[in-house]
């Protein structure tokens, strides 16, 4: 079954904000990853930060991590219109861990 | 490096066609394999993921099946298609050493 929810479900801003999008999720994890998906594509794997990290940076992305709130966060800095594409976050629970479980996600829309 | 192949591109099949969808994996072995279907607009759903040749696990009950006849391919098939399998196949695998998970490109398959 589905975990946790990401909000908003879309976003639409201008060239050069931040974009922040959230994620949620009900059972204990073993790390949280957050993808991209382009239109009609496969997802790309983005950043990845474990239980016991509460911040990564990687590039424009930076990612928190709130165990005691169960919640993620996604932060695109300076966001370009190629930004444009759908995200995701994606829980890997301690119990059952070969299971990827995804989030709905959150459209992204950059206006140039 | 690793790779990983899913065809075809797009599928339109009739109602009450079989369905077979093929995935394969190079450069690495004994791969976490999975399954989901992405609906229009919606989250990735698990389907069938596998942690070993001929290991299936399914996580939704439904018309569709799979399995893993080598180490590095899974196949998704159906006797019978129904119009709600239409949507959006993906194929993923992971390592058991590497937590992320690398996608194909994607099937979309249209039940008429």
């Known amino acids: 079954s589905q975990q946790g929810e990401e909000d908003p479900q879309a976003l639409s801003i201008q060239e050069g904000e931040n974009a922040t999008m959230n994620c949620s999720y009900k059972?204990?994890?073993?790390?949280l990853q957050w993808y991209r998906q382009n239109s009609g594509r496969g997802l790309v794997h983005l950043i990845l930060?474990?239980?016991?990290?509460r911040e990564k940076h990687s590039g424009r992305l930076r990612v928190t991590l709130d165990t005691s709130k169960k919640s993620s966060s996604l932060l695109i800095t300076a966001s370009r219109a190629a930004d444009t594409a759908s995200y995701f976050c994606?829980?890997?629970?301690?119990?059952?861990?070969?299971?990827?479980?995804f989030g709905k996600g959150t459209m992204l829309l950059v206006s140039p | 490096s690793q790779t990983i192949h899913q065809w075809p591109a797009t599928l339109v099949q009739p109602v009450g066609s079989p369905l077979s969808l093929e995935c394969t994996v190079e450069?690495?072995?004994?791969?976490?394999l999975y399954w989901y279907r992405q609906a229009a607009g919606r989250g990735l759903q698990l389907l069938f993921y596998?942690?070993?040749?001929?290991?299936i696990s399914s996580e939704v009950p439904q018309n569709l099946s799979a399995s893993r006849p080598q180490d590095r391919q899974f196949i998704l098939s159906s006797k019978k298609l129904l119009l709600s399998d239409s949507g959006f196949y993906l194929c993923?695998?992971?390592?058991?050493?590497?937590?992320?998970?690398?996608f194909g490109q994607g099937t979309r398959l249209t039940v008429v």
């Open positions: 993923a695998w992971a390592g058991s050493l590497v937590p992320e998970a690398f």
């Open positions: 059972t204990s994890i073993n790390n």
């Open positions: 930060i474990r239980s016991n990290e």
């Open positions: 994606a829980k890997r629970m301690n119990s059952g861990y070969s299971t990827l479980t």
């Open positions: 450069g690495t072995s004994n791969p976490n």
């Open positions: 596998s942690v070993g040749i001929g290991q």
